[in-house]
Nanobody, 114 residues
Framework: QMQLVESGGGSAQPGGSLRLSCLMTETVFVFMAWYRQAPGKERELVAS????????FYAASVKGRFTLTRDDAKNLVYRQMNNLKPEHTAVYYCNKTPGNMWPWGQGAQVTVSS
């Protein structure tokens, strides 16, 4: 069964950058997405990328700040986050989109504060 492993989270100051990685344990060619769950809020979709590596969606709150790429040879999906703001503090998860989700990974905690 597919397992998802997110990494690269941590702390950053406002205006800083972080890069998250999502490792898939099986080779698949599906649309992938990053989701986030802020404290006290529902998990939400924030960005997606096509099978061919073209970003297909960015939420308004991350557009222009976050960039998705993927390396299918390594079963990895990346998320570069620039110009971070405190409101980007959340646990970030990857999964496929759309359709039935794979089991969620542990997520990557991102904390943005001064």
């Amino acid at each position: 069964q597919m397992q998802l492993v997110e990494s690269g989270g941590g702390s950053a100051q406002p205006g800083g950058s972080l890069r998250l990685s999502c490792l898939m344990t099986e080779t698949v060619f599906v649309f992938m997405a990053w989701y986030r769950q802020a404290p006290g809020k529902e998990r939400e979709l924030v960005a997606s990328i096509s099978r061919g590596g073209t970003p297909t969606f960015y939420a308004a709150s991350v557009k222009g700040r976050f960039t998705l790429t993927r390396d299918d040879a390594k079963n990895l999906v990346y998320r570069q986050m620039n110009n971070l703001k405190p409101e980007h503090t959340a646990v970030y998860y990857c999964n496929k989109t759309p359709g039935n989700m794979w089991p969620w990974g542990q997520g990557a905690q991102v904390t943005v504060s001064s």
